[in-house]
């Protein structure tokens, strides 16, 4: 399973342009999507699905290093009246890397 992930996690990587600073995401971005991947010794069921008993969801899969727009609120954006957007890329399900900082 470790030669798996390392693979998968280099490949993220390696597709995305990022940097190595960002190997643990990667990592952990890896070993989320091998465990709702369905496997054949397990009636094509998910590691998730076989652990919790529930069906995995998929809904909260992202695209590793994509480009995002955070909208930030009004008590996160130091004290402008308005919200306003920042250009991020998107590297866990709710971590972001602000490009402009």
Known sequence: MNKTLLE???CILLQT???KVFWVEAVHTASH??????ASAI???TLNE????????????RIFGCPAIMLM???????LKRPYCR???WSKWVQTLCLST
């Open 87 to 89: 250009v991020c890329r």
């Open 33 to 38: 999507i091998v465990n709702r991947s369905p």
């Open 17 to 19: 342009k990022m940097s």
């Open 8 to 10: 998968k996690a280099r």
């Open 43 to 45: 009636d094509f069921k």
């Open 73 to 79: 609120k009004e008590s996160l954006n130091q004290g």
């Open 50 to 61: 076989v652990w919790s008993g529930e069906p995995s969801n998929y809904s909260s899969l």
